[in-house]
């Protein structure tokens, strides 16, 4: 069994406004053209009686439709295009790496693709990428005690000021209070319900949201503030972790993650966080049962909103938490997708 297909109007109109937490829960074939699309599609959309909806693009191949060439339907959002996963293999590997046009040119690639690549999937070149990966590494060795003149140098600045400038852009502080300072690692992963933004400091994951979530950047400050740390892009042992059991967890394999978290917040949030993670998978519960749960009948309204809070998607299984009457309500990333999760998990659980 699969999902469940939203009703069609609720596609329809996701349709018209490219709405991008549709993503992967909805495919559409155009009746006239013998084309299917993504919901995000940017082509002129057709007339509500010429589409045909399906859960996955191997349906609408099934039936005969032909991937559109805008939106590439087959192909994962998100996901590293063959021809630069060499490139990001080598950056990942070489820490500290400068990469000029005449060396892309070298390794056989266009400048402009790549830059073009990095724009729609950093929101930055990939000259501002590799910079932000060498201040992130630089950041990190000052704050073990590493003098801010040699991480200067060994980041490839010749003057201090120089660098000083560069790291106050990107990290937001000076080099000079680092050692005070933590850093959360931050990356994008691929899961079949869209890309998300993961964080990570050395003590755990601290972040998994979806990108296109409203309030992401508001939790990213909170996360920041509460942490007194800045985010700087890269990788992490943690993620290597995160993305395995995110994998199995889509695969219906893993109904509980074994990861380390990190979730500031205040003695109530904590609590009631903590008492997500005791909802058992492929099961729901009201908020006023949560709030029972948790002995604080009276506190639904606090718990609800403590719930809104949760900064870690899927792994604090917020999703399992649904309106009175059954009803599915109030999920930052979507509702469809919440829908989604808790079918999976339905389908998934073991009697
Ligand atoms: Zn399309």
């Known amino acids: 069994m699969m999902h469940p297909l939203p009703d069609t109007a609720t596609m329809y109109n996701a349709l018209l406004q490219k709405d991008s937490t549709f993503e992967g829960i909805f495919i559409v074939g155009v009746k006239t053209t013998g084309i299917f699309c993504r919901p995000t599609c940017t082509a002129r959309k057709p007339k509500k009686e010429h589409v045909d909806f399906f859960r996955t693009p191997q349906e609408a191949l099934q039936r005969g439709y032909r991937p559109c060439k805008i939106c590439k339907p087959l192909s994962q959002k998100g996901i590293i295009p063959d021809?630069?996963?060499?490139?990001?293999?080598?950056?990942?590997?070489?820490?500290?790496?400068?990469?000029?046009?005449?060396?892309?040119?070298?390794?056989g690639l266009d400048p402009n693709r790549v830059r073009r690549w990095f724009q729609q999937h950093h929101g930055m070149t990939f000259q501002s990428y590799?910079?932000?990966?060498?201040?992130?590494?630089?950041?990190?060795?000052?704050?073990?005690?590493?003098k801010v003149i040699d991480a200067a140098f060994e980041s490839g600045y010749e003057s201090l000021s120089g660098f000083t400038e560069s790291f106050k852009n990107i990290i937001g502080f000076s080099p000079n209070q680092s050692q005070h300072r933590n850093a959360i690692t931050i990356t994008r992963l691929l899961t079949p319900l869209g890309p998300m933004l993961a964080g990570a400091t050395e003590h755990g994951i601290c972040l998994l949201e979806f990108i296109d979530?409203?309030?992401?950047?508001?939790?990213?400050?909170?996360?920041?503030?509460l942490l007194q740390a800045a985010c700087v892009p890269g990788h992490h042992a943690h993620f290597s972790a995160l993305d395995q059991q995110l994998k199995e967890?889509?695969?219906?394999s893993r109904m509980n993650f074994d990861l380390p978290l990190v979730i500031p917040g205040t003695p109530f949030q904590q609590s009631v966080w903590n008492?997500?993670?005791?909802?058992?998978?492929?099961?729901?519960?009201?908020?006023?049962?949560?709030?029972?749960?948790?002995?604080?009948?009276?506190a639904v309204r606090?718990?609800?909103?403590?719930?809104?809070?949760?900064?870690?998607?899927?792994?604090?299984?917020?999703?399992?938490?649904?309106?009175?009457?059954?009803k599915l309500i109030g999920y930052g990333g979507g509702l469809w997708r919440k829908e989604y999760l808790l079918n999976h998990e339905f389908k998934h659980r073991r009697n």
Not at 89 to 100: F, S
Not at 213 to 225: A, K, N, S
């Open 249 to 252: 967890y889509f695969a219906g």
């Open 83 to 107: 021809w630069l996963q060499a490139l990001l293999a080598e950056v990942d590997r070489t820490p500290g790496i400068r990469l000029k046009d005449a060396d892309i040119k070298q390794r």
């Open 213 to 225: 979530r409203r309030m992401l950047e508001t939790q990213l400050r909170r996360l920041q503030h």
């Open 130 to 146: 590799l910079r932000a990966l060498r201040i992130g590494q630089a950041f990190g060795r000052i704050r073990y005690g590493e």
């Open 275 to 298: 008492g997500l993670g005791m909802i058992p998978y492929g099961t729901t519960r009201s908020y006023q049962e949560q709030a029972e749960f948790l002995n604080i009948p009276y």
């Open 302 to 326: 606090a718990v609800a909103k403590a719930n809104g809070d949760n900064r870690i998607a899927i792994i604090i299984p917020c999703h399992r938490v649904i309106g009175k009457n059954g």
